[in-house]
């Protein structure tokens, strides 16, 4: 079954950590560049962070510099998001997207109702005060 696959949210305290991850079967992830989203109630979706497929150069939202790093490890084929110094403002369900022939930059600023080659489900980020 060719899909993508996001865990690891969950509800935090602000400032704590959470491990995001998204796996995929039925393709490989690492000839795709690959785009961690995220939606909350009543606003538009949103790309956080990104990582190319072929030089794994990466893009960040300004909102999430310096807290969220993005990397692959295409042994498990997959794509991690590592959520640093977590604020209530970041709940949201996060999603991962691949896309083929875009780079980072261009996986993250696609307009919201852009449809990337793959997309996943989703997992809630909940960061309580």
């Known amino acids: 079954q060719v899909q993508l696959v996001e865990s690891g949210g969950g509800p935090v305290q602000a400032g704590g950590s959470l491990r995001l991850s998204c796996a995929a079967s039925g393709f490989r992830l690492d000839r795709y560049a690959v785009g961690w989203f995220r939606q909350a109630p009543r606003k538009e979706r949103e790309g956080v962070a990104c990582?190319?497929?072929?030089?794994?150069?990466?893009y960040y939202d300004d909102s999430v510099k310096g807290r969220f790093t993005i990397v692959r490890d295409n042994v498990q084929n997959a794509v991690y998001l590592q959520m640093n110094s977590l604020k209530p403002e970041d709940t949201a369900v996060y999603y991962c997207?691949?896309?083929?022939?875009?780079?980072?930059?261009?996986?993250?600023?696609?307009?919201?109702?852009?449809?990337?080659?793959?997309w996943g489900q989703g997992t809630q980020v909940s960061v309580s005060s």
């Open positions: 997207a691949a896309e083929l022939l875009l780079d980072a930059e261009g996986v993250c600023l696609q307009a919201p109702g852009y449809e990337y080659d793959y």
């Open positions: 990582i190319s497929s072929s030089d794994e150069t990466t």
